[in-house]
């Protein structure tokens, strides 16, 4: 499973980039750094059924940092609940799949976001509400590193800490960049980890590339109870490709040239072949 795992997410970082390359805009850096847990997320953790909004008892999933949904996209196309063909219409005019998710358009995303903190404190309203309702649904929201800075996440993490919402789990995609500079330069973070304790909720830090790791983590969020639990997951901005990798000048939107996307495909394993389709569009 975990090679497979693997595979899914190398899959995923090459639709992304492919969406972007066809977008002529978008956000890779964060994309690729968040494609691990992702997969994960998608394959082993979500009860997400058929993705029917009416699904009682499904898990929700809120992509707080929006200007990631390439990732997000391509994973929901891997378990199949969009046609691949359809990630190519990424940014166009008329397509459901935007710049940052869009819940009217996209009936599997429980909320639009993009500006952040906003996901974040629509996932903590939806675990107080299916605890009231009595369901046995969980509530998963993945945030970026730059946007913990915001004041509302911090005011939504001192409300669910009080609420004790233990159906709920949050992963930061700590990369450790934003924008176009590092965390510290712009808004030191640390000690991240000392934040969360302070504020209720229960920590557990991983290596956000490792399956193992993410799996125990994410077993010992659903065992915790009384309190919401954060994975922190030590991530890089930029993973799989050599000239992206620890480098915030590819946060976006960047518009991916010819001789880029070679590259970058090549870094990820792609067959020489395929390249060629990736590059016209019949891929």
Same mark, same amino acid.
């Given at each position: 499973?975990?090679?497979?795992?693997?595979?899914?997410?190398?899959?995923?970082?090459?639709?992304?980039?492919?969406?972007?390359?066809?977008?002529?805009?978008?956000?890779?850096?964060?994309?690729?750094?968040?494609?691990?847990?992702?997969?994960?997320?998608?394959?082993?953790?979500?009860?997400?059924?058929?993705?029917?909004?009416?699904?009682?008892?499904?898990?929700?999933?809120?992509?707080?940092?929006?200007?990631?949904?390439?990732?997000?996209?391509?994973?929901?196309?891997?378990?199949?609940?969009?046609?691949?063909?359809?990630?190519?219409?990424?940014?166009?005019?008329?397509?459901?799949?935007?710049?940052?998710?869009?819940?009217?358009?996209? #009936?599997?995303?429980?909320?639009?976001?993009?500006?952040? $903190?906003? *996901?974040? @404190?629509?996932?903590? =309203?939806?675990? &107080?509400?299916?605890?009231?309702?009595?369901?046995?649904?969980?509530?998963?929201?993945?945030?970026?590193?730059?946007?913990?800075?915001?004041?509302?996440?911090?005011?939504?993490?001192?409300?669910?800490?009080?609420?004790?919402?233990?159906?709920?789990?949050?992963?930061?995609?700590?990369?450790?960049?934003?924008?176009?500079?590092?965390?510290?330069?712009?808004?030191?973070?640390?000690?991240?980890?000392?934040?969360?304790?302070?504020?209720?909720?229960?920590?557990?830090?991983?290596?956000?590339?490792?399956?193992?790791?993410?799996?125990?983590?994410?077993?010992?969020?659903?065992?915790?109870?009384?309190? #919401?639990?954060?994975?922190?997951?030590?991530?890089?901005? $930029?993973? *799989?490709? @050599?000239?992206?990798? =620890?480098?915030? &000048?590819?946060?976006?939107?960047?518009?991916?040239?010819?001789?880029?996307?070679?590259?970058?495909?090549?870094?990820?394993?792609?067959?020489?072949?395929?390249?060629?389709?990736?590059?016209?569009?019949?891929?």
């Amino acid at each position: 499973m975990l090679k497979t795992l693997a595979a899914l997410a190398n899959a995923i970082r090459r639709e992304s980039l492919a969406a972007i390359y066809a977008a002529g805009s978008g956000h890779p850096g964060g994309s690729l750094s968040s494609a691990d847990l992702l997969a994960y997320l998608w394959v082993k953790e979500l009860r997400w059924h058929s993705g029917n909004p009416g699904d009682f008892e499904r898990d929700r999933f809120v992509l707080s940092k929006g200007h990631a949904c390439p990732a997000l996209y391509a994973a929901v196309a891997e378990v199949g609940l969009i046609p691949h063909r359809m990630l190519l219409t990424l940014r166009k005019l008329g397509s459901p799949l935007q710049g940052h998710p869009h819940v009217l358009d996209t #009936p599997w995303v429980e909320t639009s976001t993009g500006s952040l $903190g906003q *996901g974040f @404190s629509a996932a903590i =309203g939806m675990a &107080l509400g299916l605890r009231y309702k009595g369901s046995p649904a969980r509530v998963y929201v993945m945030l970026g590193d730059g946007e913990l800075q915001e004041g509302e996440v911090w005011e939504g993490a001192m409300c669910a800490g009080h609420y004790k919402l233990d159906n709920l789990c949050g992963i930061v995609d700590y990369n450790k960049m934003q924008s176009d500079d590092l965390n510290e330069n712009i808004m030191g973070l640390e000690p991240l980890r000392a934040k969360w304790e302070a504020f209720r909720w229960h920590v557990i830090e991983i290596n956000g590339h490792d399956f193992e790791e993410m799996s125990a983590a994410f077993a010992e969020a659903r065992r915790t109870k009384e309190k #919401p639990t954060i994975i922190i997951a030590h991530t890089v901005k $930029g993973k *799989g490709v @050599s000239f992206m990798e =620890g480098s915030p &000048l590819w946060h976006g939107s960047v518009k991916l040239r010819d001789e880029e996307l070679v590259q970058a495909l090549r870094d990820l394993g792609t067959p020489e072949d395929e390249i060629v389709r990736y590059l016209d569009g019949t891929i």
